[in-house]
C-alpha cells in the first residue's frame, strides 16, 4: 500500500490531480461556513454584473444572484451527485456482478444477458430513457446516470468474482460448512473490494459529467437549487452578451473532471506492474548506439566481423550486460554455428548486427560490425535498413509470433521483394511461387493466398526462410529456428537450410543450444556463457575434444541414438545473472575444475590448436570421446 | 461472409426484443396513470379511455407489451400529443439530421483519434507523444456542451468563421457549402471527448503490438518505417481498436444530444429533451427504441468490418 502511494507520488500529473481534488472538495465541505452570499437571492436591478465588481467577485447571473456563491454552492453539489451515483452504482453493479460471478450457471446467464442488454444502448440514450419515465429532477437524475452505469460494475466485478469463486480458500470455506452468502461476505467481498475502489475513482468523473450534463438539458437539479450543469443551461441563453456567466461554471466543470483523470489514469498506472517494468515501452527502430570508445577495427577481412561487440539492457537502474565483448567473424559460404544456454547472449548477439535488439532497453555500447568493408554500428538508420534483408536476413525462432498474422504468407513474400526491388507485383507474385518452391512447399501457388495461421510450423517456418532469400543475401542469420519444431520438421528444415547454402553458397549464422544441430549444419561454432565467447574452433574438433567444460557439458546434453547407457547430464546450477557477473570465469560457480585463480581476474580467449580458441585456466585435454 | 452477415443479423433479434422489453419497462415505471400522462392533465375523459383501449392499457403488463410491439412491427410508434402528428414521421424527420451530425462527428473522430493514438506510440515519451497526451486529457475532460458554448464565442461570434447556431439558414439556398459551415463546429464538439478516447486506446494498441516479433521481422526485412507503423503495425492494432470505435459511436450517437441543444441542431436529440419536458411520452418511447435499434444495426456493422480485417475470425 504504501509502495503505491510513493509510486503515485512519483507520478507528478497525478499529484497534481491529487491537489486540486483536494482544493475543490475542501472548498466544496466548508462553503456552508464561508461567508457568501446567499445563492439564490435574486436582484434583478444588479444582474449581469462582471467579473471582480463590487460585493461580487465572480459578477451576477441573469437574476443578479452572485456567482462566486452559486458556483461554490453548484460545485458542492454537482460532487455530491457525482459521487453519490458512483456510489449507487458500484454497490448495485458490483452486487449483481458478484452474484452472478459467484453462483454462476444458469443465474450467471440470464443476468448478464440482461447486462449485455443494456450495454446495446448508446449510453446517454438510457438515461434520458429512465428521466423520461420518472420526470426531470435533481434525483431522478441521479438514478438515471447510476443506473446506467450498473452494467459497467456488474460485468467488470464479475470477472473478478469468476476468478476468485474457483480458488481454493472458497472450495476451503465451502467444506468447512460456510454458507454461500457468509463466503460472499468473508471471502469474497474483501478481495473485491480494491477492484471496485478503483474502478469507482475512474468512473467518478463521468458521473460528474454525466450528471452535469442531464442538468444543462434541464432534466437534473430544477430551479432555483443549481448544480453546475444546471448553472450552465441557464447562463446559455445569454452566452453572447455576458460569456462570464457560461465559462465561470464550465471552467469549474473542466477542472474537476481534469484533476480526477489525472488521478484516475495515476492510479492506474501505479497498479499496472507492466509499466514498473518498463514493458510496455515500444522498440525503436534501430538499436540504440551508445559506445563509449573509438569503433575497433576489423580484425579479419571476413564478410561479416563482429569485433569486440557489447549490448546491454538497461532497465530503471540496473544494467544487464547480455553481451560482454564479443568477436566473431564469418566467410562467404561458411556456417557458423552459436551455441549457448538461454540466456548466454547468443540472439543479442545476432540481432546486435542489423541493430534489431529492442532498444529501450537494449543498448549497443561498444564494438563494432563490419560489414563488406563498412561499420554497422552506429551506421546511419538508413543504411542499415538498405542492407537489412537484402544483404543480410534473419529467420526467427517461433514462426508464429514472427510472421504477421493479418497477411497472406504471399503478401509477406512480395513485400520482401518488393521493399528492396522496384518490381511489378506480377513479377514480385512469380518469384514468391520460386521461393516457397525452393523452400519445398507443396502447391506453392495456393500457399500464397494462406494465412499464417492455416499453416503448419514447419510449413510456417519455411515461409521465413523463403522470405529470408528473397533478396538473395550474403549472410543469413537463423536465430533457433528449429527450436519450436518437432524433430521430424527440425531435419527436413535443416536440410532445406543445408542445400540452399550449398546452392547460394550463403553464409550461414546458426544460433542454437543443441549440439546435435550444429554437429549436422555447421562448419565452425562459437560457445557462448554469460554474454562472451568461452570457446571457438571447427565444429568436427571441438566435438571431438571440447577444451572448455562447459562444452564439454554442453556436448553431454545431447542424448545420442541407441546410447542410452550414458546419462544424460544436466548442466548443475544456472547460468549468472548478467547484472552481477562474478570477477573471472562466470562458470566457476558450476565447473567441477574451479580453483582459486578461476575467480580471481578476466580470462583471455587463448588459441590452443590451429583455429581453436578458449577462455579458460585449465582447459580439458583431448580425449577422444566414444560419441 | 455473406453467411456470416447473416448470423449476425439473426443474432441482432434477440438483443433488439431485449432493448423493447427495457424500454417498456422503464416506461411502465411512469408513476400514476399512463393515459393521462401521455394525454397530459387537460385530456378530455373520452380521450383517455380512448388511449387506454388503444394502447391495452387496461390490460397486463405482458399483454400491454405485445399490443406495443405487435404495433411496432407493423410501423405504428404511436402519435405524438404535443405535435399531433405519427412518432415515426417525426424521428424520420428528424433523424436524417442527427446521422449527418454524428456521422460526420464519427468519421472525425476515427481518423483524429486513431492518427493521434499511432503518432503517440510512434514517438512514445517524444515531444509529439506528451503534446498529444495533454491534449487528450484536456479533450476527455471537457464537456462537450461547454466546449460548443466556446466554440460558438470564439468562432462564430469572434472570428465569424462559422454561423452561430442551426443547421441551415433561414434564408437563402440549402447546398452542401452552407451545410459544411453549420456542421463544422457542432460535428467537431461532438468529436473531441471520443477522440481522446479513442487516441488513448490506439496508443496501447499500437505499444502492444509494437513489441511483437513480427514487427521485427518486418525491420529485419527492411521495410520502411513507416510502413512498419502505418501498415504492419496499424492493421494488428485494429483488431483491438475497432470494437472501442463500436462502442465510441453509441458515445456519439447519443451525446449528439447536447450539441444539438448548444446548436440548435434540429435532431433527434433535441427532439427527445423537448419530448421528455413537455412529457410527451410516446414520442420520446419511438424515439428511443429507433435510436437504439440503429445502434444494434451499426454494432453489427462494426462485426462485420472486425471480420473483413481479421481472417481469423470464423465466418
Redesign the interface.
Known amino acids: 500500500m504504501m509502495a503505491f502511494f510513493r509510486l503515485l507520488a512519483r507520478n507528478r500529473l497525478a499529484l497534481a490531480g491529487l491537489v486540486v481534488i483536494g482544493i475543490v472538495v475542501v472548498l466544496a465541505l466548508i462553503t456552508p461556513l464561508l461567508p457568501l452570499a446567499d445563492p439564490d437571492v435574486t436582484d434583478t436591478p444588479n444582474r449581469f454584473q462582471p467579473m471582480f465588481s463590487a460585493g461580487a467577485l465572480l459578477g451576477t447571473d441573469h437574476l443578479g444572484r452572485d456567482l462566486l456563491s452559486r458556483l461554490m454552492w453548484g460545485t458542492r453539489l454537482s460532487l455530491a451527485m457525482g459521487f453519490a451515483a458512483a456510489v449507487i452504482a458500484a454497490v448495485l453493479g458490483s452486487a449483481i456482478g458478484i452474484i452472478a460471478g459467484f453462483y454462476g450457471g444458469r443465474t450467471d446467464n440470464v443476468i448478464m444477458?440482461?447486462v449485455?442488454?443494456?450495454m446495446?444502448?448508446?449510453?446517454?440514450?438510457?438515461a434520458?430513457?429512465?428521466?423520461?419515465?420518472?420526470?426531470?429532477g435533481l434525483m431522478n437524475a441521479l438514478i438515471a446516470v447510476a443506473a446506467v452505469n450498473v452494467p459497467f460494475f456488474a460485468r467488470n466485478i464479475r470477472g473478478i468474482t469468476v476468478g476468485i469463486a474457483h480458488k481454493e480458500f472458497v472450495d476451503a470455506a465451502r467444506l468447512a460448512g460456510m454458507r454461500n452468502r457468509e463466503i460472499i461476505l468473508a471471502e469474497v467481498l474483501p478481495n473485491v473490494l480494491p477492484v471496485i475502489v478503483i474502478a469507482m475513482s475512474t468512473t467518478v468523473?463521468w458521473m460528474i459529467?454525466e450528471t452535469?450534463?442531464l442538468s444543462?438539458?434541464?432534466?437534473g437539479s430544477q430551479p432555483p437549487q443549481a448544480d453546475l450543469?444546471s448553472m450552465?443551461g441557464e447562463a446559455?441563453s445569454a452566452?453572447?452578451t455576458n460569456?462570464h456567466t457560461?465559462?465561470v461554471p464550465?471552467a469549474m466543470?473542466?477542472v474537476i473532471?481534469?484533476g480526477i483523470?489525472?488521478l484516475g489514469?495515476g492510479v492506474r498506472d501505479a497498479l499496472d506492474p507492466r509499466l514498473k517494468s518498463g514493458?510496455?515501452?515500444?522498440?525503436m527502430?534501430a538499436t540504440t548506439v551508445d559506445r563509449d570508445g573509438p569503433a575497433p577495427a576489423a580484425r579479419t577481412d571476413s564478410l561479416l566481423d563482429i569485433a569486440d561487440l557489447r549490448t546491454e539492457f538497461r532497465v530503471r537502474n540496473r544494467v544487464y550486460k547480455a553481451v560482454g565483448g564479443v568477436d566473431l567473424h564469418v566467410e562467404k559460404g561458411e556456417c557458423l554455428g552459436i551455441i549457448g544456454e538461454s540466456g548466454s547472449g547468443k540472439s543479442v548477439t545476432a540481432l546486435s548486427v542489423?541493430g534489431?535488439v529492442?532498444s529501450p532497453p537494449g543498448v549497443i555500447t561498444g564494438g563494432a560490425v563490419h560489414f563488406d568493408g563498412q561499420d554497422l554500428v552506429g551506421a546511419r538508420?538508413e543504411v542499415l535498413?538498405?542492407?537489412?534483408?537484402?544483404r543480410v536476413?534473419?529467420i526467427?525462432q517461433?514462426p508464429q509470433?514472427?510472421?504477421?498474422?493479418?497477411?497472406k504468407a504471399g503478401d509477406q513474400l512480395i513485400?520482401?521483394i518488393r521493399?528492396?526491388e522496384d518490381v511489378s507485383r506480377e513479377a514480385a507474385h512469380r518469384r514468391a511461387i520460386s521461393l516457397l518452391k525452393s523452400v519445398r512447399i507443396p502447391n506453392a501457388e495456393s500457399r500464397m493466398e494462406s494465412?499464417p495461421?492455416e499453416m503448419s510450423g514447419g510449413m510456417r517456418q519455411r515461409v521465413?526462410i523463403a522470405?529470408a532469400l528473397?533478396n538473395d543475401p550474403d549472410v543469413i542469420i537463423a536465430d533457433e529456428p528449429t527450436t519450436a519444431l518437432d524433430v521430424t520438421v527440425q531435419a527436413q528444415i535443416l536440410s532445406v537450410l543445408s542445400d540452399l547454402r550449398r546452392e547460394r553458397g550463403l553464409a550461414i549464422i546458426f544460433i542454437t543450444h543443441d549440439f546435435g544441430v550444429v554437429g549436422q549444419l555447421c562448419d565452425r561454432v562459437a560457445v557462448m556463457y554469460a554474454g562472451r565467447i568461452v570457446e571457438e574452433g571447427p565444429t568436427a574438433a571441438v566435438l571431438r575434444s571440447p577444451q572448455h567444460p562447459y562444452t564439454s557439458r554442453l556436448i553431454d546434453c545431447v542424448p545420442t541414438l541407441g546410447g542410452g547407457q550414458r546419462r544424460l547430464a544436466a548442466i548443475p546450477g544456472l547460468p549468472p545473472v548478467v547484472d552481477r557477473l562474478p570477477h573471472g570465469c562466470a562458470f566457476a560457480d558450476r565447473c567441477d575444475k574451479a580453483q582459486a585463480e578461476c575467480r580471481a581476474g578476466s580470462i583471455a580467449l587463448a588459441p590452443t590448436e590451429p583455429a581453436r580458441k578458449v577462455r579458460c585456466l585449465f582447459p580439458e585435454v583431448a580425449k577422444e570421446r566414444s560419441a | 461472409m455473406t453467411g456470416y452477415i447473416l448470423k449476425r443479423l439473426v443474432s441482432a433479434i434477440p438483443v433488439l426484443l431485449g432493448i423493447s422489453v427495457i424500454v417498456f419497462l422503464i416506461m411502465a415505471m411512469i408513476p400514476g396513470d399512463p393515459a393521462t400522462a401521455i394525454l397530459g392533465s387537460y385530456a378530455t375523459p373520452e380521450n383517455v379511455e380512448k388511449l387506454n383501449r388503444d394502447l391495452g392499457l387496461d390490460q397486463g403488463l405482458v399483454a400491454r407489451y405485445f399490443i406495443w410491439l405487435g404495433n411496432m412491427l407493423q410501423g405504428d410508434f404511436g402519435r405524438s400529443f404535443a405535435l399531433n402528428r405519427p412518432v415515426l414521421d417525426e424521428v424520420l424527420d428528424r433523424f436524417g439530421a442527427t446521422l449527418i451530425l454524428a456521422g460526420t462527428s464519427f468519421v472525425l473522430c476515427s481518423l483524429l483519434g486513431i492518427a493521434a493514438g499511432v503518432i503517440s506510440a510512434a514517438r512514445q515519451y517524444g515531444v509529439a507523444d506528451k503534446a498529444i497526451t495533454f491534449v487528450v486529457l484536456l479533450g476527455i475532460s471537457i464537456p462537450s456542451f461547454f466546449l460548443g458554448m466556446m466554440m460558438i464565442l470564439v468562432f462564430a461570434v469572434q472570428l465569424r468563421w462559422f454561423p452561430v447556431s442551426g443547421m441551415w439558414p433561414i434564408y437563402g439556398d440549402r447546398n452542401l457549402g452552407v451545410l459544411l459551415e453549420h456542421l463544422a463546429m457542432p460535428a467537431f464538439a461532438l468529436s473531441v471527448v471520443a477522440t481522446g478516447v479513442i487516441a488513448r486506446l490506439a496508443r496501447s494498441a499500437m505499444l502492444e503490438v509494437l513489441r511483437q516479433d513480427f514487427i521485427r521481422t518486418a525491420r529485419a526485412k527492411g521495410v520502411r518505417e513507416r510502413q512498419v507503423i502505418w501498415r504492419h503495425a496499424l492493421r494488428a492494432a485494429m483488431v483491438s481498436i475497432i470494437p472501442i470505435l463500436g462502442i465510441q459511436a453509441g458515445f456519439v450517437l447519443s451525446g449528439a444530444v447536447y450539441i444539438e441543444m448548444v446548436f440548435q441542431w434540429p435532431g433527434v436529440g433535441r427532439m427527445l429533451v423537448d419530448a421528455i419536458l413537455k412529457r410527451d411520452i410516446l414520442l420520446v418511447q419511438g424515439g428511443v427504441v429507433f435510436i437504439a435499434a440503429c445502434y444494434v444495426i451499426f454494432n453489427i456493422m462494426v462485426d462485420v468490418a472486425q471480420a473483413l480485417l481479421d481472417p481469423r475470425i470464423k465466418t
Do not use: W
Not at chain 1, 446495446?120 to 438510457?126: E, G, H, V
Not at chain 1, 434520458?128 to 426531470?136: K, T
Not at chain 1, 509470433?401 to 497477411?407: G, I, K, N, S, V
Open positions: 444477458r440482461g449485455d442488454m443494456l446495446a444502448f448508446p449510453y446517454i440514450l438510457l434520458l430513457a429512465i428521466v423520461a419515465a420518472l420526470g426531470p468523473g459529467l452535469a450534463g444543462f438539458l434541464g432534466l450543469g450552465l446559455r452566452l453572447i460569456p457560461s465559462i464550465g466543470i473542466l473532471v481534469m483523470n489525472l489514469d514493458a510496455l515501452s515500444r522498440p527502430p542489423m534489431l529492442a538508420y535498413r538498405s542492407l537489412r534483408g537484402r536476413a534473419y526467427f517461433d509470433a514472427t510472421l504477421h498474422p493479418l497477411y513485400e520482401a521493399t528492396h494465412y495461421y521465413g522470405m528473397a
